[in-house]
């Protein structure tokens, strides 16, 4: 995890590309998924993000747990703070 514009989505490429049980996990690829798929935690997030908030951690948490529970090999992890 760093801040935006470090080479993080540089460096994951790379490396998903080098090791092929690796998966590339971007939070922000994941929002838009669910905000499309209409899931609850799309609905939820959209409805913040629509007001102009900022996601609190539980829905992201929830979000990227969603996510690792789909795979349990390899995973690198794209995300940002600020």
Do not use: C, P, W
């Amino acid at each position: 995890m760093s801040r935006t514009y470090v080479g993080k989505g540089t460096l994951t490429t790379r490396l998903v590309s080098k090791y092929s049980s690796v998966e590339n996990i971007a939070t922000g690829n994941l929002l838009r998924a669910h905000v499309q798929s209409r899931t609850e935690i799309g609905r939820a997030a959209e409805a913040v993000m629509a007001a102009g908030g900022i996601l609190d951690d539980e829905l992201m948490l929830q979000l990227v747990s969603a996510k690792l529970e789909e795979r349990k090999v390899g995973q690198v992890r794209d995300l940002r703070f600020e």
